[in-house]
């Protein structure tokens, strides 16, 4: 067991929509990511997701409303709900999530990551 500091991990990466697996908890893990722009339209058919804002603004769209998160927010979409990230600048953002948990759900595409690294 080691503590993890957020902003150090962070530095490891620049890319955007790659999430990274930073812990790991009964049968869930944590993950940051660096964002911009608009993500895919998806749903987790059975996981629901927390997204928490570390630095900058999201934007979570549904369909009947858009989510506005600032710094030190966390917004926790539930199984079933189609939703988008949408950040107009670079977002900074910790994911916590099932380890079974795919990053565009139902949809299959170019954001589609598969295999997530640990750092």
Do not use: C
């Given at each position: 067991?080691?503590?993890?500091?957020?902003?150090?991990?962070?530095?490891?990466?620049?890319?955007?929509?790659?999430?990274?697996?930073?812990?790991?908890?009964?049968?869930?893990?944590?993950?940051?990511?660096?964002?911009?722009?608009?993500?895919?339209?998806?749903?987790?058919?059975?996981?629901?997701?927390?997204?928490?804002?570390?630095?900058?603004?999201?934007?979570?769209?549904?369909?009947?409303?858009?989510?506005?998160?600032?710094?030190n927010e966390f917004f926790i979409?539930?199984?079933?709900?189609?939703?988008?990230?949408?950040?107009?600048?670079?977002?900074?953002?910790?994911?916590?999530?099932?380890?079974?948990?795919?990053?565009?759900g139902n949809t299959i595409d170019?954001?589609?990551?598969?295999?997530?690294?640990?750092?």
């Open positions: 067991m080691e503590k993890v500091n957020i902003n150090e991990k962070l530095s490891l990466f620049s890319d955007y929509w790659n999430p990274r697996i930073v812990g790991e908890l009964n049968g869930q893990q944590v993950k940051l990511a660096k964002i911009k722009g608009e993500f895919v339209w998806h749903k987790h058919d059975n996981e629901d997701e927390l997204f928490y804002v570390i630095k900058g603004i999201l934007k979570i769209e549904l369909r009947d409303k858009t989510v506005l998160l600032k710094e979409v539930s199984k079933g709900v189609e939703h988008r990230p949408v950040a107009d600048e670079e977002v900074s953002i910790l994911l916590f999530e099932p380890n079974t948990t795919l990053n565009t170019a954001f589609t990551k598969n295999t997530l690294e640990k750092i």
